[in-house]
């Protein structure tokens, strides 16, 4: 269903798409560790997220309004 596999521009396999997911694999399970063994980690974590979530959001509402403050317009283009 999934193709992991990438090919470079010579048509070997890449090497970095093991290394990837190896190391994604290696993080989440640190992170369930931890969450196992210190349950208020989860209430940082969630916040955490939420926070940077949050950031992002603000900054990209203020450059809207920046933008559209400056008359400037925005265009968005969907598959042109």
């Known amino acids: 269903m999934f193709n992991?596999?990438?090919y470079d521009d010579?048509?070997?396999q890449s090497e970095t798409m093991w290394?990837?997911?190896?190391?994604l694999g290696i993080i989440v399970f640190v992170i369930g560790l931890m969450i196992l063994l210190v349950p208020q980690?989860?209430?940082v974590i969630?916040?955490?997220i939420l926070f940077s979530i949050g950031?992002?959001?603000i900054s990209n509402a203020w450059?809207?309004?920046?933008?559209?403050h400056r008359g400037q317009r925005i265009?968005?283009?969907?598959?042109d």
């Open 46 to 48: 969630v916040a955490s």
């Open 19 to 23: 290394k990837f997911l190896m190391a």
């Open 75 to 79: 265009k968005i283009r969907w598959l």
């Open 4 to 6: 992991f596999y990438y």
């Open 10 to 12: 010579d048509g070997y």
């Open 63 to 68: 450059k809207l309004r920046k933008m559209t």
């Open 41 to 43: 980690i989860l209430i």
């Open 55 to 57: 950031g992002i959001i």
